[in-house]
């Protein structure tokens, strides 16, 4: 797996998880944004996406910029699994321009 970077974008006919990247350890850049990708960011373990330094998921992952929660409970489960990737990762900014919206 010598996978570095990943750029695959305004691509709605890209499906799958996006976790199945996980086992590229040398991965330094993963956009998939305005794919059909999917997945949970809750489903990050703390040996997956080691060397990430930029990453956009769509917001058809869970957790994904600009995904839309249902339902306020989600929120904390969702936002601490953000909050462990960052300190994991602290010279990172990974998620600078990330946003998030409830549903109304």
């Known amino acids: 797996h010598t996978l570095k970077k990943v750029k695959i974008f305004d691509c709605n006919n890209v499906k799958g998880d996006f976790m199945d990247l996980a086992d590229c350890p040398r991965l330094t850049v993963l956009n998939l944004d305005h794919t059909s990708v999917t997945g949970d960011v809750r489903d990050i373990g703390e040996n ?17 910029r600009d995904y839309q929660f249902q339902l306020i409970s989600e929120v904390p489960s969702v936002m601490n699994a953000i909050y462990l990737w960052m300190r994991r990762n602290r010279d990172r900014e990974l998620f600078s321009d990330w946003r998030w919206y409830l549903s109304r």
């Open 48 to 64: 997956d996406f080691l060397h990430l330094e930029y990453i956009v998921l769509p917001k058809t992952v869970i957790g994904g």
